[in-house]
C-alpha cells in the first residue's frame, strides 16, 4: 500500500463509488478554529477497504475531516488503517480559485512558460504543508502522491507512535501528549563567557583569559526545551492542596482552573 499506484488506484476506486455523493461546500475556517477541532478528525479510524467496497463514506465527504481555508485550499485528514498499519493521512488541494490566484502570481514572475507550471506546483506544495503545520503543527510530512486534478498526498512519519497511546495524541487528556511535543533546540550566548569564548575569573592573572569550558571557546550554547502547548494530566494525584496544608481540591476541580 506505500506504492504510489496502489495509493492511485485507491483513489480512483474511492472516486467511482462515491462519485453520486455531492462533494462537500467550500467553508473557510481560521486555523484556530481548525486546530480545535483537528483531534475529532481523527477519533475515528479509516478503513479504506471498506470504503472501496461502499461500506463507509471516506473523509473526503465527512465534514469532521474536511478543512477549509480563505486561500482556497481544501485539506482533508483521516487516520487509515492499512491492516499492516495504521497511518495519519492528509491530502490537500486547491480550488479552482485558489489555483488561479496561484497561477496569476506565477505568471507575474515573469518565468518562461515551461517553467510556470513546476514553479506553481512547488508553491502549492509548500504551501499546503505550511497550511497543515498551522493546524497539526510539528508533524514530519511524506508526500507520497500527488494526483493529475493536483491533490498532494502525505502521511506523518511516525503515524503509529501519533494515533496509538491513549488513542489521539492532540486529545487534551492523553499522557503520550508529552512525548509528541518535539524538544527544541537554539543556540544561545554562553553565560559563562558572556559569548567571547574566553574566560577570566579571579584566578587569571590581569590580561591573561582561558578558553570557555562551558563553550569550548565558541561562545555559543546549545539550549533544548519542550515548547509548552498544554498542562499535562497527573494520574498519582487525587487531592490538591491549595497551599501547604491549606485548603484541598479535587484533582478534577484543580484541571477545570
Ligand atoms: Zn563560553
Known sequence: MSKQEDWAALAEAMNKLTGDIPPLDFEPESVATA????????????????????????????????????????????????QTKVVL??????????ANTLMDRALKTGRPM???????????????????????????????????????HFLAEESDMIVNGCGIAWDSHCESDRRRVMKETVSAECDSCNATGIYRGFAEPKGVGVVCLSCGGSGCTEITYTPFVRRHPRQDVETVQLSRGGKSISYRDFLAF
Do not use: W
Request: glycine letters at 6%; zero cysteines.
Open 35 to 82: 486546530r480545535a477541532r483537528f483531534p475529532k478528525a481523527l477519533r475515528e479510524h479509516f478503513d479504506p477497504m471498506n470504503a472501496a467496497l461502499g461500506r463507509v463514506v471516506p473523509p473526503s465527504k465527512t465534514r469532521k475531516n474536511v478543512f477549509d481555508f480563505d486561500e482556497g485550499i481544501r485539506i482533508i485528514v483521516s487516520v487509515d488503517n492499512l
Open 89 to 98: 493521512h492528509f491530502s490537500g488541494s486547491f480550488t479552482e480559485d485558489g
Open 114 to 152: 515551461q517553467e510556470i507550471k513546476e514553479h506553481v506546483a512547488t508553491q502549492a506544495r509548500s504551501i499546503i504543508e505550511r497550511k497543515i503545520d498551522s493546524f497539526a503543527p510539528g508533524l514530519k510530512l511524506k508526500l507520497i502522491m500527488v494526483t493529475p486534478i493536483g491533490a498532494f
